[in-house]
């Protein structure tokens, strides 16, 4: 079978497995943000917590209970990372160094899983399994509550209670998470993926020299690290390592993972709104978004090679897994850098300049096609209040989504949520420029080392953790100023959604009349495109034109 | 009969008589307008006033630092980029002072009706009061509850009621209406306006407004924009505009470091260039002209808005609540159809039909001369021509009015109401025809009116008496109204009738002119439940009012309309006055609402959508030198680094002056569904927007390229 035929039925057969979980994970996503009853282990936990399960928060009330749990997160996680060497299954691994945990506690606690270490040569098993594993199945859920919060704002009418954030939390990790990741971690078992406890073997291979393997449990981490669109991975590694991603098969599996629940939450949408055509809408702007970004960068790494005999391995194979191919590793790399994920599978830096410039365009797009899970959606409906509002007004209507209205409160919530990320991006990519210690970290010069910073940057505040690579990204000051790019890139954008979400839930619907701007119809599908790359393309324009663009052009 | 002042639909009537602004052909301001504006536009750079428009106070700040910049570093660059700077900023202010010195010119008008009239103040005046006592006083010292007289030829002081008489008035001042209208004690036409003038006859005036705050002062304060406050809608936009603002100043900001990178350090005369060119100026710029441009738009159709808001709100009315009559029907029925009974001769019913209306001056009885004229082609006697003949009178006892007609074979003509002509013809030994009854009640189901016609015949054969036959009567539907209802369906606007007639009539109406919905037999409290039900469904909603036990209803609607000749607490309750009194207009209204979102949204694509050819214009010319591969996205073929920014900007100030006579016409604005509207402002203000700097930008570059001195 050819590189191409077989990348085609790769694709055909990821979009129709996704396309079957569109509406069984879709619905059973909405069952479980709108259920009145609760499990029992659900009871026994909200009794353990001392929270009262049916309690409905306020907007304020919500964020307060986010953010102190976010807050206890990263204390727990920055504790079990500087003293792991008193912990049991350590397999003999140094306490990390202060920088160094606050750094991943944060990245682990946002869901960015943003790694400057490697996994395998800093961390004992059990800060992997009890650390980092609990905040990749917590830290998806809170943004799964999150967007939860954002639709009952569109969905209830003269109140100002957005839901209750525990019994989210709990839902969304018991009843969704935990069933999905177990099923999926013995599947990647089966496909190869090792699951065990085993501490660092010297292994001898065929030439004769040693080689250190550490064992562990990766399959059961692997599942939950694509699933919730976390993407740090238990080797350095990440998904290119074979103990993570043994096959094509596992794969595709992991490619799948990790976009299942960000394109099912439309699904979700459309049915808490009532009405089906809208999360539809909203997918088909994550689908398009995500089907030319995979068009461009196949074809710039396929055809990118320039040489016969590039052409003849397949394309660009450098910084690709040879058993992997170039593309399933391009169709790895677009789904993760555009869905928050952030596993990786190959090295992104070693892409053509125009797949690489596609890819870092693909985080700054705002992780929003599909996005992270929950986030994507959050995302992607703010961006969606900002195109309603511009277009409404050409309807000749004070501007209403859902049938409520969008006036002063509304945008200057959206507003302020669309301007964090760029600041934090060109802020924080900026101030590295300027700093001689932190340019000197970076391991190319010209255009590519300047991409690698501001690709750096782009991932942290995007919270979407992959890494470029090249840009020797530990050390004091990169380890703080990411951290905190992380952590503003997370919970700033919450809190404007949040308040959006009080703000939107206080108002009186307004009925649809053929006034109504129509927002389930290809024009606006086209609109919101429109809106999503002029936004993000005007933003980004001239600082991609000194990396990215002029790489890619000369 | 004050109701006739009411004129019908006009949509786009002829201009009115008194010259309300000065105003080129097409509602574009004339070129003498901007140069009376220059000034003030200059005065408008004073950074105080200023500051409250962002976006344009940035290019300020941007035009002193190129200044700055230009005086310690002289280049022809610097220098032109610094003269296009100020010259955008002060293209803004015209924008805005344009849009004001139209409203200036109609408050000088208004200011001069209210020069210091005296008035003729009654000391305990009393209601029967003979001959009360009389006291000078300056117009400004009046203050409510005063009483004042006024006799023809003088001028009302003041904003009041008449308690008492009756007046013809002039109020072409306000209005500019030179026909004059009656007003008189009680009832819903007592209401005048200070600096109206009286005709004829004296009134008594009992003052409710305190001075300062009369109309008039009102009227001038709105026009000129004094009370002018920002908008909810205009207030969400700026937040949006303000925040693209940060971004692009941000991207410029951290653009030195990034640029520096590659060594690719740009001047700070550049980085301030590429801000302004990013920065959404254009919106910024035109934002409050296309406010006050709107609300002169509805000074121009004789409505006053007391807010702005009330104006955004007509864009966003759901349901239109329209009277009957004089809105959908013209004010008066007029005769269809005549319709023999019991064998009569068509043309007999026709001459008396005629006959029995010819003393008849009402529009009614004036419409059965004219329909059995131009059907039956009988000349219309004059009343003396009949010789012997008496005429009867409508009264509302007996509810007929008729003629006697002498002579031998004396004849007794009677039309009117079914029962009472049915009454008389029996009354006098006649048995009308079997058909009468299911005639006139298939009439009154069809939503017209029956009069039967009866005749009685005194001759040397004894009395004889019968029904000839049934005049019907129908509401005439206004032309053109079912095409503007079909309009306003398409725009997701639901009308709703309301008339006194009963549901029957009601509802043969509602069919005709087709409306949506109707209210018939409706009091005021049916009308206030309306409105309130439908805002609880989240709508809202418009209507018109004019009489006293409208107020409520007026103060509950989200626009309502009070009519000029209403009283003054229908003004009060409403947050617009027309004054025209022409209910129809309540569609215009809701037009020119929709008109200012729309240009607003429009001109907001616009401004974003010129972003992309500004980059593609200014990113290679700053770092090709630096990364000579970026070269490439000069795709324009710009002259040079310098003559490809100065072109940028000189659009950018340009495209402001260019789009001031769309911001004060406001889009055109074609009743549409919202998908088609906003197809069609896509097309036209986003790919437009796209397009057409690419093309300026090349052809000013053409020019400037040969300014001496520039690289």
């Known amino acids: ?554 | 009969m004050p109701r006739t002042a009411r004129r019908p639909g006009r949509p786009h009537g002829p201009k009115k008589t008194t010259d309300r602004s000065h105003r080129g052909p097409g509602g574009l301001p004339d070129p003498a307008l901007f140069r009376h504006a220059l000034p003030g536009a200059c005065r408008k750079l004073d950074p105080r006033t200023l500051y409250r428009n962002p976006v344009m106070f940035v290019v300020e700040v941007g035009a002193v630092l190129t200044t700055a910049l230009a005086i310690e570093d002289p280049s022809v660059f610097s220098w032109l980029i610094t003269v296009w700077l100020w010259a955008t900023v002060v293209f803004a202010n015209l924008a805005e002072a344009v849009a004001e010195g139209r409203g200036k010119a109609q408050a000088d008008t208004l200011r001069r009706t209210r020069t210091a009239t005296t008035a003729r103040r009654l000391v305990d005046w009393r209601p029967g009061s003979r001959r009360p006592e009389e006291r000078p006083v300056p117009a400004a010292e009046l203050t409510l509850g005063d009483h004042v007289v006024v006799e023809a030829g003088q001028t009302i002081p003041g904003d009041g009621d008449i308690v008492e008489g009756i007046a013809s008035v002039d109020e072409s001042a306000i209005t500019g209406e030179s026909a004059p209208v009656i007003r008189e004690s009680g009832g819903d036409r007592s209401a005048v306006t200070g600096g109206t003038r009286v005709l004829s006859d004296r009134i008594v005036v009992r003052i409710t407004s305190r001075p300062g705050e009369t109309f008039i002062d009102r009227m001038i304060a709105l026009v000129e924009g004094a009370a002018r406050q920002k908008t909810p809608n205009e207030i969400a936009l700026n937040i949006l505009l303000a925040s693209l603002t940060i971004v692009f100043l941000l991207v410029v900001v951290t653009l030195q470091s990034l640029a520096g990178y590659g060594r690719a350090q740009q001047p700070l005369v550049v980085l301030v260039a590429l801000a302004v060119a990013l920065i959404p100026t254009t919106i910024g710029a035109l934002l409050s002209a296309i406010g006050i441009a709107g609300m002169d738009r509805l000074v121009q159709r004789n409505v006053l808005a007391m807010s702005g808001r009330a104006v955004e709100a007509a864009g966003d009315v759901d349901t239109l609540l329209l009277d009957k009559t004089g809105t959908i029907t013209l004010g008066n029925r007029e005769a269809a159809e005549l319709i023999p009974v019991g064998g009569t001769e068509p043309l007999a019913l026709a001459d008396a039909a005629q006959l029995s209306s010819l003393a008849d001056e009402t529009p009614e009885g004036r419409s059965i001369v004219v329909l059995t004229k131009e059907r039956h082609q009988l000349r219309a006697r004059a009343e003396g021509e009949l010789a012997h003949a008496e005429f009867v009178p409508f009264t509302a006892q007996t509810r007929m009015s008729g003629v006697d007609l002498g002579g031998e074979d004396a004849r007794q003509l009677r039309k009117g109401a079914a029962t009472a002509v049915i009454e008389w013809v029996r009354d006098n030994g006649g048995q009308p025809a079997d058909e009468v009854g299911p005639v006139v009640d298939g009439i009154a189901a069809g939503g017209g009116t029956p009069l039967v016609v009866g005749e009685t015949i005194t001759g040397g054969a004894g009395t004889t008496a019968r029904v000839l036959g049934v005049i019907h009567l129908k509401d005439v539907v206004k032309e053109g109204m079912r095409e503007r209802f079909e309009e306003l369906r398409r725009m997701g606007i639901r009308t709703v009738m309301i008339t006194g007639d009963n549901p029957k009539t009601a509802r043969a109406i509602a069919r005709e002119a087709g409306v949506d919905d109707f209210l018939a037999e409706a009091t005021p409290e049916d009308k206030m439940a309306l409105i309130k039900r439908e805002q609880a469904g989240g709508k809202l909603v418009a209507m018109t009012g004019d009489g006293t036990n409208d107020a409520p209803a007026l103060a509950q609607a989200d626009v309502g309309v009070a009519m000029n000749t209403g009283t003054s607490a229908a003004k009060e309750a409403g947050n617009m006055v027309d004054l025209d009194s022409n209910p129809t207009k309540l569609i215009e209204i809701v037009e020119i609402g929709k008109q200012l979102l729309i240009t607003r949204g429009a001109l907001t694509t616009f401004s974003i959508a010129n972003d992309v050819a500004k980059y593609f214009a200014i990113i290679p010319a700053m770092f090709a030198v630096a990364y000579p591969s970026l070269a490439k996205l000069n795709i324009m073929g710009l002259h040079s680094p310098e003559s490809a920014i100065t072109s940028a900007i000189v659009f950018n100030a340009l495209i402001i002056v260019a789009l001031i006579p769309l911001a004060l016409r406001g889009v055109r604005y074609r009743p549409a569904s919202a998908a088609g509207l906003l197809g069609r402002n896509l097309s036209l203000y986003g790919l437009g927007g796209l397009v057409l700097p690419f093309v300026g930008i090349k052809l000013i570059d053409l020019i400037v390229q040969f300014l001496p001195g520039l690289r």
């Open chain 1, 1 to 554: 079978m050819g590189a191409t035929l077989a990348g085609w039925l790769q694709i055909l057969l990821l979009v129709s497995v996704l396309a079957a979980s569109y509406r069984p994970l879709g619905d059973l996503l909405a069952r479980t943000l709108t259920d009145r009853g609760h499990w029992r282990v659900e009871r026994a936990l909200y009794r353990l917590g001392g929270v009262d399960g049916d309690a409905d928060q306020t907007w304020p009330g919500y964020l307060r209970s986010l953010l102190a749990f976010a807050a206890v997160s990263v204390l727990f996680l920055y504790g079990f990372l500087r003293l792991q060497n008193h912990l049991p299954l350590s397999i003999g691994m140094p306490p990390v160094p202060a920088d160094g945990a606050f750094n991943t506690a944060v990245s682990f606690a946002t869901n960015t899983n943003w790694q400057w270490y490697s996994g395998e040569t800093t961390l004992g098993h059990l800060a992997q399994m009890a650390g980092l594993a609990v905040q990749n199945f917590l830290s998806a859920a809170m943004g799964i509550a999150v967007a939860a919060a954002l639709l009952r704002g569109f969905t209830r009418r003269q109140t100002d209670r957005v839901g209750n954030f525990w019994t989210d939390l709990t839902r969304i990790t018991v009843r969704v998470l935990l069933p999905l990741a177990f099923v999926f971690a013995i599947v990647l078992v089966a496909g190869g993926a090792i699951q065990n406890f085993h501490g660092v073997r010297e292994i001898t291979t065929l030439s004769g020299d040693t080689q250190a393997l550490t064992g562990g449990p990766v399959a059961s981490q692997e599942a939950i690290k694509q699933l919730g669109t976390n993407g740090g991975g238990f080797y350095a590694a990440n998904s290119a390592h074979p103990f993570e991603n043994p096959t094509a098969l596992t794969n595709i599996i992991e490619i799948y993972l990790l976009l299942v629940i960000p394109v099912s939450l439309p699904r979700a949408f459309g049915r808490l709104v009532g009405d089906q055509r809208q999360g539809y809408a909203i997918l088909t702007v994550m689908v398009l978004i995500w089907a030319v970004s995979v068009a461009i960068v196949t074809a710039n790494e396929v055809h990118g090679a320039g040489s016969p005999a590039g052409h003849a391995a397949g394309g660009m194979l450098e910084g690709k897994e040879q058993r992997l191919g170039v593309w399933a590793s391009a169709l790895f790399a677009v789904s993760t850098t555009l869905t928050s994920c952030g596993a990786v599978n190959s090295a992104h830096d070693s892409f053509t300049p125009g797949g690489g410039g596609m890819l870092i365009f693909n985080m700054l797009l705002g992780e929003i096609a599909p996005g992270g899970v929950g986030s994507g959606l959050y995302g992607i409906l703010v961006l969606a209040v900002v195109a309603v509002f511009v277009a409404g007004l050409m309807v000749g209507r004070t501007p209403e989504y859902l049938g409520k209205k969008l006036g002063g409160r509304e945008m200057k919530f959206a507003s302020l949520y669309i301007l964090t990320t760029p600041a934090l991006v060109l802020v924080g990519t900026a101030s590295a420029m300027a700093s001689r210690g932190a340019r000197a970290k970076v391991l190319n010069t010209g255009e590519h080392g300047y991409s690698e910073i501001l690709y750096a940057f782009g991932s942290a505040a995007n919270n979407n953790g992959s890494a470029f690579a090249g840009l020797a990204a530990g050390g004091t000051w990169y380890n703080t100023a990411l951290g905190l790019a992380m952590l503003f890139g997370r919970f700033l954008p919450i809190v404007f959604v949040l308040a959006l979400a009080g703000s939107l839930a206080r108002q009186r619907p307004v009925p649809v009349t053929a006034g109504t701007l129509p927002t389930h119809r290809p024009q606006f599908v086209g609109l919101l495109v429109g809106v999503v790359l002029i936004i993000v393309g005007l933003t980004y324009f001239p600082a991609l034109s000194l990396g990215p663009i002029a790489e890619a052009l000369s």
